[in-house]
């Protein structure tokens, strides 16, 4: 029975479900709460020094539905940062090693992306159709459920996925069998490579001039940033309104420095926006030339944002939020966070263990302590409530701003084009050799015999295979046994090859009403030739052809040799001149593969270094073109083609 189709997600979020691999008890709900608690609390330092950028990681009780078992999940919104969704990779792949009992799967819109993620690898069997509810991680590596052994036989890529019940079964009890292979799990490994070290690197700390106000709410609550960020860079002119006036909320005047930690996507979004605040809103920018004009801007655009979230709030009451921080599981939250050394050593009470209390308190109380039945609180209730309910000492926030540590350097919002063509080859896993190395050790025959090796390739409705994909052997033509065949399958009756015809159009000029006795006379003709003649008639057909498309431009346009010659000869005579040996060249065999060369490089010249049909296809095979940094000025690019592929032919 097919597997029931997976909800729609919307097109930036991710969905992670973890099952218990068992089959379901009478303590299963029990069991799959507990483990969320615990597996929360477990990775409680990691979370809680994370900025998401929408919405955090949560583990809720799901009950069963359908084919789909009870289990422990959630939808998390990664908005624009995918590490957001790759950061939860990590997470699942180490629950399930620390808890074996549970099977995690995890999709978005695009499906099972861990497999569009190692697609080099995947087996033919496996598509897009047929690969729901097979993908999980199970004792923290991946696993991949195959078809049936009937199925397999057959390759039948229709094939019925699994219910998630089947796939549970098979994995409680022959786990070992269904291991993804080595270069699937090493491809999906390499993207989450870096955790939880990861983390650190992915954060900016920056300077900013901000209201004394929105100082205190990200003491309590640093993960707001991401919240007053999103409303800068999406604002709309109906936000604006209220920054048309002077604010209600974060007045301009009580302004400290401060420093503020960022997402390096956070960051990157507030910094590269243009924006002119309006001069009633009281926010006013030093010259661009002043030494801290960056903290200004940045200090600017955020209390924008958090100005756009405050006007939006349904002015909840102070007593709306609940006091979470006490009770056994904030207790054990607390324990785990000391004994996994999260406060660094930090002395109780000090300024940096205060700073990272907060951010504890600020996950327990977004991700652990929600009750599944509640709604989710706007920021701007939250801004407000904190507002209300924190005293504001600004002579203190001067103070520590007098000894800010330093900011983080932003140089890595500059990308070179060097830089950006290093992580491309890194990205696929090839080493980056010098110009002058490509050149001295380039060998143009490698694009002729690969496009030769392409072209032999099968070609489907889902494709053409390059040369270096799959293992079947090489399509070949024997010219001889397909002559053999047509003659079979048309015998010695055929009108289509009759090489009579174009010489007696030529010679006379038929009326419609001589046609029956033309066709009696061919007719016996071809009765009493035989199939050899057929197939020398066809020849002659094609000769023919062959001397009237040498006249053409069409035939002048193809590079040719002599009979016998070599190819530098043939180079060589091409060079003389167009009219050297005509009569012979007419008739003279194509040049292929100097045809081809000279072509792909015309075309490749015409790039002009960008993307492009050429080197898309031969980067998919393998073959890597130089920069083509010495034929510039007046010259055609057909001349540089032809060039390029003479001095080829003549150092073969």
């Known amino acids: 029975m097919a597997a029931l189709r997976r909800p729609a997600l919307p097109e930036d979020a991710v969905r992670y479900r973890l099952f218990a691999a068992a089959a379901e008890g009478p303590g299963s709900e029990a069991l799959l709460r507990r483990c969320a608690e615990l597996a929360l609390v477990r990775f409680a330092p990691l979370l809680a020094s994370y900025v998401w950028h929408r919405q955090p990681f949560r583990l809720r009780y799901e009950p069963r539905r359908g084919q789909t078992p009870a289990h422990i999940g959630g939808t998390t919104v990664f908005g624009d940062n995918v590490e957001d969704e790759w950061f939860i990779v990590y997470l699942l792949r180490e629950i399930t090693r620390e808890f074996p009992g549970l099977a995690a799967s995890i999709d978005d819109n695009d499906g099972e992306f861990l497999l569009i993620e190692a697609a080099d690898y995947l087996p033919k069997w496996l598509n897009p159709e047929n690969s729901e509810n097979r993908v999980f991680f199970y004792k923290g590596e991946l696993h991949i459920i195959p078809l049936s052994e009937t199925w397999e036989q057959d390759w039948d890529l229709c094939a019925p996925c699994p219910t998630i019940p089947e796939a549970l079964a098979l994995l409680s009890t022959r786990s070992e069998e269904f291991l993804a292979a080595e270069p699937i799990r090493a491809a999906v490994e390499k993207r989450i490579n870096g955790y939880p070290e990861k983390i650190q690197a992915s954060l900016h700390r920056a300077r900013c001039s901000l209201p004394a106000g929105i100082v205190a709410v990200l003491r309590q609550r640093p993960s707001l940033v991401a919240a007053a960020v999103r409303a800068f860079y999406l604002r709309d002119p109906g936000d604006l309104r209220a920054c048309r006036r002077p604010f209600r909320a974060f007045p301009a005047e009580q302004r400290v420095m401060a420093l503020v930690t960022f997402t390096r996507c956070l960051y990157a979004q507030l910094v590269q926006q243009q924006f002119v605040p309006d001069r009633r ?367 080829w032919l003549v150092g073969k």
């Open 281 to 647: 809103s009281g926010y006013t920018l030093p010259a661009p030339s002043h030494p801290q004009y960056r903290a200004y801007e940045l200090g600017m655009k955020l209390a924008h944002g958090f100005e756009i979230l405050c006007s939006k709030s349904t002015k909840a009451a102070p007593d709306a939020k609940r006091n979470v921080l006490t009770g056994p599981l904030w207790e054990r939250f607390l324990r785990s966070l000391k004994e996994k050394d999260y406060f660094k050593g930090e002395m109780e009470g000090s300024a940096k263990y205060l700073e990272l209390l907060h951010m504890a308190e600020d996950h327990f109380q977004q991700s652990v302590a929600v009750p599944e039945s509640s709604v989710e609180v706007s920021p701007g209730d939250e801004i407000l409530t904190i507002l209300q309910t924190t005293s504001i000492d600004l002579k203190e926030f001067e103070r520590e701003a007098a000894c800010l540590p330093p900011e983080d350097d932003d140089s890595w919002l500059h990308i070179t084009p060097e830089a950006l063509d290093q992580m491309l080859k890194e990205t696929r896993n090839e080493s980056l050799p010098s110009t002058d190395e490509q050149e001295q050790n380039y060998d143009l025959e490698t694009i002729a015999e690969s496009m030769k090796a392409f072209v032999s390739k099968v070609s489907t409705h889902e494709g053409a295979e390059m040369p270096w994909s799959g293992d079947e052997s090489h399509v070949t033509f024997d010219v001889d046994s397909f002559t053999k065949a047509l003659d079979r399958i048309l015998g010695a009756d055929s009108e289509e090859l009759d090489s009579d015809d174009l010489d007696e159009e030529e010679e006379f000029d038929f009326s419609d009403g001589d046609d029956e006795d033309l066709d009696a006379g061919n007719q016996r003709r071809e009765q009493e030739e035989s199939p050899g003649e057929l197939v020398g008639s066809l020849k002659a057909y094609m000769n023919e052809m062959d001397r009237e498309l040498a006249q053409t431009n069409v035939g002048k346009s193809f590079t040719t040799q002599k009979r016998g010659a070599s190819s530098v000869e043939a180079a060589t005579l091409e060079s003389a001149g167009p009219d050297s040996g005509a009569e012979d060249a007419e008739l003279a065999p194509v040049d292929v593969d100097l045809n081809l060369v000279a072509n792909l490089l015309q075309s490749y010249s015409a790039q002009a270094g960008l993307a492009g049909p050429t080197s898309n296809i031969l980067q998919s095979m393998g073959v890597n073109l130089p920069e083509n940094t010495d034929l510039t000025g007046s010259s055609s690019q057909a001349t540089q083609g032809e060039t390029l592929g003479r001095t």
